[in-house]
C-alpha cells in the first residue's frame, strides 16, 4: 500500500515537503487547490518536481468547476513532463474551492461531462466542441467569426508521446464513486478509516468497474499520547468527515451516534475556518467518533489500523494530519514520528 502526504500549496512550503518526503520514503505528495484559501497548485507542483527525482506528484483535488478540463489537462500534463512521469491528477467535485466563490459542488451531469472530456484530453484524444461546458453568453462561437479556416473540434496534440496521466476520483456517495470507477484510474474514497464505510465504498466501485484500484483519503496524526494525537486531528477530520453528509443525507453504514455528530458537523460547520483544529466544529467531534473514522495515537497502532485497510483492498492512502490551530511543536513532533517509525513500515519491500 502506498503512502502519500496531503500539504498545502505554498511553493516554497511544497519544495521543502517534497524532499523530506521523498528522503522519509514516501510514495507520494499531493497538494490542495482552493484559490481563495491556498497559491496555485501547479505551479507548487512544479517547485516539488524539480527538487525531487522519485517522490509521485498530483492534486488533493483540483475540480470541475473553477478550471475547464483543458486547462485541467494541460496544467497536469505539463508537470507530468517536468517530472519525468510522475504526476497524478487527483479531482472532486469542489468544496472550498467553490465556496468562496459564492458556489456549491459541482452537479453530477456537469461532473460527468467534465471527467469524460478530461480523459479524452490526457489521452491526446479530440474532443467535440460540443461536449465542452462554455457559456455562449460568456464567449460566441468561434464560428461566428467567418474566418477562412478554423478548428473544427479540440485536442491537445502536444500530450501525445508522454505516458497518459493518471486520473484519481475523490468520491463519498453512490453516485460519485460510480463515476469515479468509470472515468477514473482509482478511486479515492473519502470515507474516513471507518472499516466498514471502506467496505462498502469498495463494493460500490467494483460493482461499476471490477477490479479497479481503490484508495482513500485518511486523516492520521501518530503520537505517542492519544490525547493530544485527537486534538491534532480533529481539524482536518471535520473536512473530511462532512463529505459524508455534505447535503444532509449520510449513505453507507452508520451507528445512530456516528449519523448524530455527522448531522451536528452538517449544520455547525463553518467554512470560514474550514480545516481549523480551533474551530467551532472540530469541537463536535467525540473521542469514539475520532477512533472510527481517523487514525490517531502511537506508531505502532497507526501500523495496525493502516494494515488494516491495506487488508481490505485499499491500495493507497492520501494522509491529512494535524493543520491550522494545532500546537505547532506538537504537531511538527507528530510529523517526525510518523516519517520515522510509520513510513518506512510501507517503503518499497517493507
Not at 478554423?150 to 453512490?174: F, K, L, N
Not at 469515479?180 to 466501485?205: F, N, S
Not at 455527522?262 to 475556518?273: N, P, Q, S, V
Amino acid at each position: 500500500m502506498q503512502l502519500w502526504q496531503l500539504t498545502y500549496s505554498d511553493p516554497d512550503h511544497a519544495r521543502k515537503t517534497a524532499v523530506r518526503a521523498e528522503t522519509a520514503g514516501w510514495h507520494g505528495m499531493v497538494v490542495v487547490d482552493s484559490q481563495n484559501l491556498a497559491p496555485d497548485s501547479y505551479v507548487a507542483l512544479t517547485c516539488a518536481a524539480l527538487e525531487t527525482s522519485r517522490l509521485g506528484l498530483g492534486t488533493g483535488v483540483t475540480n470541475s468547476v473553477t478550471r475547464h478540463p483543458a486547462v485541467s489537462a494541460s496544467a497536469a500534463a505539463t508537470v507530468q513532463r517536468v517530472s519525468g512521469g510522475r504526476m497524478v491528477l487527483g479531482i472532486g467535485r469542489g468544496d472550498s474551492a467553490l465556496a468562496h466563490l459564492g458556489r456549491s459542488p459541482a452537479r453530477l451531469a456537469g461532473f460527468e461531462s467534465h471527467l469524460s472530456a478530461l480523459r479524452r484530453f490526457l489521452a491526446g484524444e479530440p474532443v467535440p466542441f460540443d461536449d465542452l461546458p462554455l457559456d455562449d453568453a460568456i464567449a460566441p462561437p468561434v464560428a461566428d467569426l467567418d474566418l477562412a479556416d478554423r478548428p473544427s473540434e479540440s485536442r491537445m496534440a502536444w500530450v501525445g508521446g508522454a505516458a497518459r496521466v493518471p486520473i484519481e476520483v475523490a468520491a463519498t456517495g453512490p453516485r460519485v464513486i460510480a463515476l469515479a470507477a468509470r472515468y477514473g484510474d482509482r478511486v479515492m474514497l473519502t470515507l474516513g478509516a471507518h472499516e466498514e464505510r471502506l467496505r462498502w465504498g469498495i463494493a460500490k466501485a467494483r460493482q461499476e468497474k471490477p477490479g479497479i484500484p481503490v484508495g482513500a483519503y485518511v486523516n492520521l496524526v501518530c503520537h505517542e499520547d492519544v490525547p493530544t494525537a485527537h486534538a491534532l486531528v480533529r481539524g482536518s477530520l471535520t473536512t473530511f468527515a462532512r463529505f459524508s453528509v455534505m447535503h444532509g443525507k449520510a449513505h453507507g453504514p452508520l451507528s445512530t451516534d456516528e449519523q448524530a455528530t455527522l448531522e451536528r458537523l452538517h449544520d455547525g460547520y463553518d467554512m470560514k475556518a474550514h480545516t481549523r483544529t480551533d474551530s467551532n466544529q472540530a469541537a463536535l467531534l467525540s473521542p469514539e467518533f475520532i477512533d472510527r473514522f481517523a487514525i490517531a495515537g502511537p506508531p505502532a497502532y497507526c501500523i495496525e489500523r493502516l494494515r488494516a485497510l491495506e487488508a481490505l483492498g485499499i491500495d493507497k492512502v492520501i494522509i491529512s494530519g494535524a493543520t491550522g490551530g494545532a500546537d505547532p511543536s506538537e504537531a511538527r513532533r507528530a510529523a517526525a514520528l510518523l516519517d520515522a517509525e510509520v513510513v518506512p513500515a510501507f517503503a518499497s519491500g517493507a
